[in-house]
């Protein structure tokens, strides 16, 4: 798969630097745990469909490490979000719905200041865009959107239909798949992501309600 020049960079060039963002990411992962181990696991899990996908499509060691931390704080924005709205077990109102539309802002604030995370704000504030120019918080539409932040975006949706809600069950594979599928349709993600997607399955009692 081709790769947008503009997200081939490494956030870590030296061992050392690698270490200073694995510290870095194992602080605000526990700062996400803190808020809501929920979000953790739910992170975690999409890191590991991220690193999988970008051995499917053949992408960089530079590009899968940037894809691996992106997956584990593309969320991390919703430390900046109430709890009343984050943990509301119910549907959200309209305004809530639009804090909670604010995650991917506030987590590229957090992330800013670190010169180690340059390399995935991108992925921190756009893995809710949608290649029609549908989503948020930018309505970024088609190229505008990076190869990376499109593949994120994709296992982030689908391990959200496997994880149970509390309005409805987890999905299994195959229906996730199939909506994906049906979203492609609808103009929102890149197929040849999803049919990736397809090839890749995670093992049974690995989710938590979300």
């Known amino acids: ?19 200073t963002i694995d510290r870095i990411v194992q602080a605000l992962g526990s700062a996400i745990e803190a808020k809501d181990f929920r979000i953790r696991r739910h992170s975690e899990r999409v890191a590991r469909y991220t690193v999988q996908l970008s051995e ?51 987590g590229e604030q ?26 948020y918080p930018d309505a970024l539409k088609g190229d505008a959107i990076p190869l990376l932040v499109r593949i994120l975006a994709v296992a982030d949706v689908y391990d959200t239909l496997r994880s149970d809600r509390s309005y409805r069950g987890a999905f299994g594979h195959a229906q996730a798949i199939e909506i994906l599928q049906e979203e492609v349709a609808r103009g929102w993600w890149q197929s040849e992501v999803v049919d990736t997607m397809a090839d890749i399955s995670a093992p049974q009692g690995d989710f938590a309600p979300v």
């Open 56 to 106: 499917k499509l053949q992408l960089s060691d530079a590009e899968r490490a940037v894809l691996y931390y992106g997956g584990l704080l593309h969320d991390i924005g919703n430390i900046g979000i109430a709890d009343s709205i984050l943990l509301k077990p119910g549907g959200l109102s309209d305004w809530e719905f639009e804090e909670v539309r604010m995650h991917p802002i506030i």
């Open 1 to 19: 798969m081709a790769s947008d020049d503009s997200t081939v960079v490494t956030p870590a060039e030296t061992n050392s630097a690698h270490d």
């Open 110 to 135: 957090i992330c800013k200041p670190l010169e180690t995370m340059a390399p995935i704000l991108p992925l921190v504030r756009s893995h809710h865009e949608k290649l029609n120019g549908s989503g």
